[in-house]
């Protein structure tokens, strides 16, 4: 089955620098890469996805590269703001009937004011 | 708020009895995926439901079984239970376009404690 591993499990920046989570996967089958944001107590809150056909993608602050050839892909926030702390899930899924997700193991983002 | 909604919110229950945790998904949305969130085990996959159907089965227990009703809503049965099935449940749902989107918006959660 997929297998989805993610770097770094904590990261700290400075209020207005940028953060960059990574994730590798191991099914080259999979086509959809979505970025979760968990804070304390919520569920996992969609916030960015790219799909296969797309090597980058971006929504004001954030952004999204997918490198298929090394199957990996990585969040990119920018001009980090203290309500961007929160733990952060990779995932990968493909597009069949079954879509369920197989999820990174979280990146706990602390933006210091 | 991402339109799925969950109850309980919280459960605490003894070892060897039984729960059901519900799920509602977003309107329209005929996909359910039941997650558990433990802190070792991160968030696993247990189990999809589509339009009523079983389409996927994930890291779930034998102890553990859950539906998917005529109105979509599902449910989880948690069974026998034991000290090492405390942890988060999370719903999600999707659309499910063949070819489409396949966004998975999570519910709330269950926060389940089995003392």
């Known amino acids: 089955g997929e297998n989805v591993e993610q770097h770094p499990s904590t990261l700290s920046v400075q209020e207005g620098d940028s953060a960059v989570i990574k994730c590798t996967y191991s099914?080259?089958?999979?086509?959809?890469f979505p970025w979760y944001k968990q804070e304390l107590g919520k569920g996992p809150q969609l916030i960015i996805d790219?799909?296969?056909?797309?090597g980058e993608k971006k929504d004001q602050r954030i952004a999204v590269t997918l490198n298929k050839t090394a199957k990996h892909f990585s969040l990119h926030i920018t001009e980090t703001q203290p309500e961007d702390s929160a733990v952060y899930f990779c995932?990968?899924?493909?597009?069949?009937?079954?879509?369920?997700?197989?999820f990174g193991s979280g990146t706990q983002l602390t933006v210091l004011p | 708020d991402s339109g799925v909604t969950q109850t309980p919110k919280h459960l605490i229950t003894a070892t060897g009895q039984r729960v059901t945790l519900r799920c509602s998904p977003r309107?329209?949305?005929?996909?359910v995926y039941w997650y558990q969130q433990s802190l070792d085990q991160g968030l696993q996959f247990l189990i999809q439901?589509?339009?009523?159907?079983?389409?996927a089965k994930g890291n779930i227990l034998e102890r553990f079984s859950a539906q998917q009703f005529p109105d979509l809503h599902s449910e989880l049965n948690l069974s026998s239970l034991e000290l090492g099935d405390s942890a988060l449940y999370f719903c999600?749902?999707?659309?499910?376009?063949?070819?489409?989107?396949?966004?998975?918006?999570f519910g709330p959660g269950t926060r389940l404690t089995v003392t």
């Open positions: 790219i799909r296969s056909n797309v």
């Open positions: 099914d080259s089958a999979s086509n959809y």
């Open positions: 439901y589509y339009n009523g159907e079983e389409r």
């Open positions: 309107s329209g949305d005929l996909s």
């Open positions: 999600a749902s999707s659309p499910h376009v063949a070819g489409g989107p396949n966004e998975q918006y």
């Open positions: 995932a990968a899924s493909l597009s069949g009937s079954a879509r369920q997700l197989t």
